[in-house]
């Protein structure tokens, strides 16, 4: 596949993720204190981050392998909010960062 195509359909890729709408639908912040009584406040979410009981931990580098050189085939699929990518081949590894160890590509998504 040429350079151009590729660049081409990502563009075209990236363009309609971006441009796809988006809500809660009926699972919006209108019926969390339904699921989550504590929820049902001002300004609620069901996540609730200490922000003082948090600690900054600067990570080390990621790593990717292979390198972003290597060719690797993908299946994209667009669900009219993001862009699901899945690997038939796992040999994408992820480590560094400060993870306990090395972590195989499965699938990513974009946007």
């Known amino acids: 596949m040429s350079a151009h ?3 081409i359909f990502i563009l075209i890729l990236i363009n309609k993720c971006l441009a796809s709408d988006w809500d809660y639908l009926e699972h ?6 339904e ?3 504590s929820c ?7 996540i609730n981050i200490k922000t003082a009981c948090t600690i900054y931990q600067p990570l080390d ?10 060719e690797n085939n993908f299946i994209a699929k667009y669900n009219g909010h993001t862009i699901s ?3 038939n081949n796992k040999n994408l590894a992820l480590q560094g ?3 306990t160890g090395t972590f195989y590509v499965d699938m990513f998504n974009l946007c």
């Open 97 to 99: 960062g400060n993870l």
């Open 35 to 37: 699921h989550y009584p």
């Open 28 to 33: 919006g912040p209108d019926v969390w204190s």
């Open 5 to 7: 195509f590729k660049t």
């Open 61 to 70: 580098q990621f790593i990717l392998t292979p390198d972003h050189v290597t």
């Open 85 to 87: 990518s899945e690997t």
């Open 40 to 46: 049902g406040g001002e300004r609620q979410s069901p």
